[in-house]
Antibody, heavy 122, light 107 residues
Framework: QMQLVESGGGVVQPGGSLRLSCAAS????????MHWVRQAPGKGLEWVAF????????YYADSVEGRFTISRDNSKNTQYLQMSSLRAEDTAVYYC???????????????WGQGTLVTVSS | AIQLTQSPPSLSASVGDRVTITCRAS??????LAWYRQKPGKTPKLLIY???SLEGGVPSRFSGSGSGTDFTLTISSLQPEDFATYYC?????????FGQGTKVEIK
């Protein structure tokens, strides 16, 4: 069955950097757009970034634009989120999620990873 | 950015109750809306996509309706595993925003 496994979370100082990875299995990774969604402690879900199935287009929430970079390696069935200039308000569980429809049609997130916690603190 | 406003923010209900949650969009999003359930300490689970299509494997007690700016998620008979937080998300246009969530608690 479909599975997403995130890694790379941890504690980082303000201004620091971190790279998250998300390994996919159980589906044809290269056909689907992929997202990152985060959830601050005790808060709701916040969409963070999206990358097109072929990596040609990327979109970001205003809150992370210019600081975060989404990428993917279809040969490794893995997507990444490079985070830099981290702030306390970036503290959250980061989820990797797959779009339900393949290629260019976005309609829902039908598979989520277990999440990885990023804590930005001195 | 399109804003999604869910109501109520929280509600108390009993097992067997019929529950309705509303999601209102700040502009027309056609039928590009999904609903998720997130149990405490767990990852979100897709329930409904395209405003009214039931995701495979999701119990039929869940249903979605609406188009344009007003949407509803209905649980016809609340079960113990449905005490959770529910989120809507729009896919009409970037950024693909979520509602703030509705927490369903045990009465």
């Amino acid at each position: 069955q479909m599975q997403l496994v995130e890694s790379g979370g941890g504690v980082v100082q303000p201004g620091g950097s971190l790279r998250l990875s998300c390994a996919a299995s159980g589906f044809t990774f290269s056909k689907y757009g992929m997202h990152w969604v985060r959830q601050a402690p005790g808060k709701g879900l916040e969409w963070v970034a999206f990358i097109r199935y072929d990596g040609s287009h990327k979109y970001y929430a205003d809150s992370v634009e210019g600081r975060f970079t989404i990428s993917r390696d279809n040969s490794k069935n893995t997507q990444y989120l490079q985070m830099s200039s981290l702030r306390a308000e970036d503290t959250a569980v980061y989820y990797c999620a797959k779009d339900r429809s393949y290629y260019d049609f976005l309609e829902a997130l039908d598979c989520w990873g277990q999440g990885t916690l990023v804590t930005v603190s001195s | 950015a399109i804003q999604l406003t869910q109501s109520p923010p929280s509600l108390s209900a009993s097992v067997g109750d019929r529950v309705t949650i509303t999601c209102r969009a700040s502009q027309d999003i056609s039928s590009a809306l999904a609903w998720y359930r997130q149990k405490p300490g767990k990852t979100p689970k897709l329930l409904i996509y395209g405003a009214s299509s039931l995701e495979g494997g999701v119990p039929s007690r869940f249903s979605g309706s609406g188009s344009g700016t007003d949407f509803t998620l209905t649980i016809s008979s609340l079960q113990p595993e449905d005490f959770a937080t529910y989120y809507c998300q729009q896919f009409n246009s970037y950024p693909w925003t979520f509602g703030q969530g509705t927490k369903v608690e045990i009465k």
